[in-house]
């Protein structure tokens, strides 16, 4: 297979705009090589059930016939719809360098009702069997396919993991054994012990996590890995992962492992862990110990697969944890730092509410100040949506361009879920509880609505901006001039540097701006916005276009 390493010779990006599109060849800034930059990637956080599907005859398994509620089954989006849709470039347009997708392995098989109408598993977070795959969400055949085209568009994977709970118990899905789990007491998250030794709702098994006793595998596991031929196979693979990490079979390193198979097999890139704060957190160190094994492994085995040096990436959702409160989360009764237990980046719930109470130079300054001193080598993952919060920056969807411009030029890691960049109603008529945030993709909109058209061609622009210049996620920020709004975003590593100018809220027509010391006389700029070339004279540049935003690079 070709080495896919996207470390460009030169770079070749469309942007395309209400007046169609243009190509524009760049040497970019003064090195002829973009590295991926982890810290400010531009992360599609997806529903793999909810995003596209793109093969009908997987729909309907495991008699999962019962009536859910509404957006509260599965809807048919897979895995291959997935691939259909990096293969036709929408990921790419939009400027996303790595995809998130929701947990894929297999999933309980009845439904349950928790106080919302019936729900099956088509979020993926209740677990049945974590070695297999749900046939919903397709095959492993599809997830190694999937893993290739997004890798040859250079576009990492990261999948979902859960280590904290097994799914829910139905007639169809029996409670793991007693030495696994614990169904007793519900978290009250007024302490470290009371959010991490109880269950997060009542019907939802909690791990063991603290757990250091050899367990056998539940008798359920092992009749289905018989049924499916493939006990031997599991069990050898077991027997050999324990003997080389010498642990305890204990339930956390059973899951740890299962994990870290995908990555073995797949190649997959990163992991986002799910409800990170209710286990302790040196299960994530291990985690991060095998996944950083599990990767290495992969890429000495496939060595013309390999992208580029990366290390594993992994992001901790602490449900609740803020940039603000710098690398340590507090429980109330202790405080603990995720970051130095096996975590890269960190979810940022704060995001949404800075963004919404303040203006730009507010918000990057703040940014970037606390990334480029006590999160420095670290991330975290910006959002103004997403799948289980109630409280987005724009639940009615009317600040879509303030949103796209927000997050695309923040620093950090910025999170598209699905949808944000095509105004995804998150307010659907007849759902209960999160169901509403989990809609179907706007496909047709996006094929069919001027305005959804327009919204769209913006966050491409600012994705295609972010994705192509590491300096403006994981750069240091500095405001220029307050009147005009114009800021540069720097960034250096090795023999990699990356330089800046951007305006906002600039007037309309022709804007005469000053590029201070940041581009000499003569330089040759590209605004990535309007798609417009201007030469630097007397310390400034002219751009004449009919938008207030410019986005200037170096050709």
């Given at each position: 297979?070709?080495?896919?390493?996207?470390?460009?010779?030169?770079?070749?990006?469309?942007?395309?705009?209400?007046?169609?599109?243009?190509?524009?060849?760049?040497?970019?800034?003064?090195?002829?090589?973009?590295?991926?930059?982890?810290?400010?990637?531009?992360?599609?956080?997806?529903?793999?059930?909810?995003?596209?599907?793109?093969?009908?005859?997987?729909?309907?398994?495991?008699?999962?016939?019962?009536?859910?509620?509404?957006?509260?089954?599965?809807?048919?989006?897979?895995?291959?719809?997935?691939?259909?849709?990096?293969?036709?470039?929408?990921?790419?347009?939009?400027?996303?360098?790595?995809?998130?997708?929701?947990?894929?392995?297999?999933?309980?098989?009845?439904?349950?009702?928790?106080?919302?109408?019936?729900?099956?598993?088509?979020?993926?977070?209740?677990?049945?069997?974590?070695?297999?795959?749900?046939?919903?969400?397709?095959?492993?055949?599809?997830?190694?396919?999937?893993?290739?085209?997004?890798?040859?568009?250079?576009?990492?994977?990261?999948?979902?993991?859960?280590?904290?709970?097994?799914?829910?118990?139905?007639?169809?899905?029996?409670?793991?054994?007693?030495?696994?789990?614990?169904?007793?007491?519900?978290?009250?998250?007024?302490?470290?012990?009371?959010?991490?030794?109880?269950?997060?709702?009542?019907?939802?098994?909690?791990?063991?996590?603290?757990?250091?006793?050899?367990?056998?595998?539940?008798?359920?596991?092992?009749?289905?890995?018989?049924?499916?031929?493939?006990?031997?196979?599991?069990?050898?693979?077991?027997?050999?992962?324990?003997?080389?990490?010498?642990?305890?079979?204990?339930?956390?390193?059973?899951?740890?492992?299962?994990?870290?198979?995908?990555?073995?097999?797949?190649?997959?890139?990163?992991?986002?862990?799910?409800?990170?704060?209710?286990?302790?957190?040196?299960?994530?160190?291990?985690?991060?110990?095998?996944?950083?094994?599990?990767?290495?492994?992969?890429?000495?085995?496939?060595?013309?697969?390999?992208?580029?040096?990366?290390?594993?990436?992994?992001?901790?959702?602490?449900?609740?944890?803020?940039?603000?409160?710098?690398?340590?989360?507090?429980?109330?009764?202790?405080?603990?730092?995720?970051?130095?237990?096996?975590?890269?980046?960190?979810?940022?719930?704060?995001?949404?509410?800075?963004?919404?109470?303040?203006?730009?130079?507010?918000?990057?300054?703040?940014?970037?100040?606390?990334?480029?001193?006590?999160?420095?080598?670290?991330?975290?993952?910006?959002?103004?949506?997403?799948?289980?919060?109630?409280?987005?920056?724009?639940?009615?969807?009317?600040?879509?361009?303030?949103?796209?411009?927000?997050?695309?030029?923040?620093?950090?890691?910025?999170?598209?879920?699905?949808?944000?960049?095509?105004?995804?109603?998150?307010?659907?008529?007849?759902?209960?509880?999160?169901?509403?945030?989990?809609?179907?993709?706007?496909?047709?909109?996006?094929?069919?609505?001027?305005?959804?058209?327009?919204?769209?061609?913006?966050?491409?622009?600012?994705?295609?901006?972010?994705?192509?210049h590491p300096a403006v996620g994981a750069g240091v920020h500095t405001q220029l001039s307050s009147q005009p709004y114009l800021f540069s975003r720097t960034y250096s590593k090795g023999s990699f540097s990356d330089k800046v100018l951007i305006g906002l809220d600039l007037p309309e027509g022709r804007k005469e701006l000053s590029v201070y010391s940041l581009f000499e006389n003569g330089t040759k700029l590209h605004d990535g916005f309007s798609n417009?070339?201007?030469?630097?004279?007397?310390?400034?540049?002219?751009?004449?276009?009919?938008?207030?935003?410019?986005?200037?690079?170096?050709?």
């Amino acid at each position: 297979m070709k080495k896919y390493t996207f470390l460009f010779l030169s770079l070749v990006f469309i942007i395309t705009g209400c007046s169609g599109s243009k190509s524009v060849t760049m040497n970019n800034n003064n090195t002829s090589k973009i590295p991926f930059v982890w810290e400010g990637a531009n992360v599609y956080f997806l529903l793999t059930d909810r995003f596209y599907n793109g093969d009908k005859s997987n729909d309907s398994n495991f008699n999962r016939t019962k009536t859910p509620g509404k957006l509260r089954g599965f809807e048919g989006g897979d895995i291959i719809g997935i691939t259909k849709k990096i293969e036709s470039g929408y990921f790419e347009k939009l400027g996303i360098n790595a995809i998130w997708l929701t947990p894929i392995v297999e999933q309980i098989h009845d439904g349950v009702d928790e106080g919302t109408g019936l729900s099956y598993g088509f979020h993926g977070y209740w677990a049945k069997d974590w070695t297999a795959l749900d046939p919903n969400f397709g095959t492993k055949e599809d997830l190694a396919n999937l893993v290739k085209k997004a890798h040859e568009k250079g576009i990492r994977i990261v999948l979902d993991g859960v280590i904290n709970h097994t799914g829910p118990v139905t007639p169809e899905d029996p409670v793991w054994p007693s030495d696994w789990v614990r169904t007793g007491v519900v978290c009250d998250y007024k302490s470290f012990e009371n959010t991490t030794m109880c269950t997060l709702v009542d019907n939802l098994p909690d791990v063991k996590t603290e757990s250091t006793q050899n367990v056998e595998l539940p008798p359920f596991l092992i009749e289905k890995w018989k049924k499916e031929g493939r006990y031997e196979k599991e069990i050898a693979s077991l027997d050999e992962f324990f003997k080389r990490t010498g642990y305890p079979r204990s339930p956390k390193y059973y899951i740890i492992k299962w994990l870290t198979d995908y990555i073995l097999e797949f190649g997959i890139d990163g992991y986002r862990a799910d409800t990170v704060k209710h286990t302790e957190e040196g299960v994530w160190a291990d985690f991060k110990k095998e996944c950083d094994y599990a990767f290495e492994t992969w890429k000495k085995h496939h060595p013309m697969q390999v992208l580029d040096q990366n290390p594993f990436y992994t992001i901790a959702e602490v449900y609740g944890y803020g940039i603000s409160g710098g690398q340590d989360y507090d429980f109330g009764d202790r405080k603990v730092n995720y970051f130095q237990n096996g975590f890269n980046s960190m979810i940022n719930f704060e995001f949404k509410w800075n963004a919404g109470q303040s203006d730009y130079e507010t918000l990057f300054s703040k940014y970037s100040n606390h990334l480029n001193n006590e999160l420095k080598g670290y991330s975290v993952l910006n959002y103004v949506s997403s799948h289980d919060d109630g409280q987005p920056f724009d639940a009615n969807r009317v600040k879509g361009f303030e949103a796209g411009t927000k997050l695309l030029l923040s620093p950090g890691m910025s999170q598209v879920y699905y949808g944000d960049e095509s105004n995804r109603s998150l307010v659907i008529e007849g759902t209960n509880g999160d169901a509403t945030l989990r809609s179907n993709m706007n496909w047709d909109d996006i094929q069919n609505n001027p305005d959804t058209k327009f919204m769209l061609s913006h966050w491409q622009k600012l994705g295609q901006f972010r994705r192509n210049h590491p300096a403006v996620g994981a750069g240091v920020h500095t405001q220029l001039s307050s009147q005009p709004y114009l800021f540069s975003r720097t960034y250096s590593k090795g023999s990699f540097s990356d330089k800046v100018l951007i305006g906002l809220d600039l007037p309309e027509g022709r804007k005469e701006l000053s590029v201070y010391s940041l581009f000499e006389n003569g330089t040759k700029l590209h605004d990535g916005f309007s798609n417009q070339v201007a030469e630097v004279v007397d310390g400034k540049v002219i751009i004449d276009s009919e938008f207030g935003i410019v986005l200037l690079e170096k050709i």
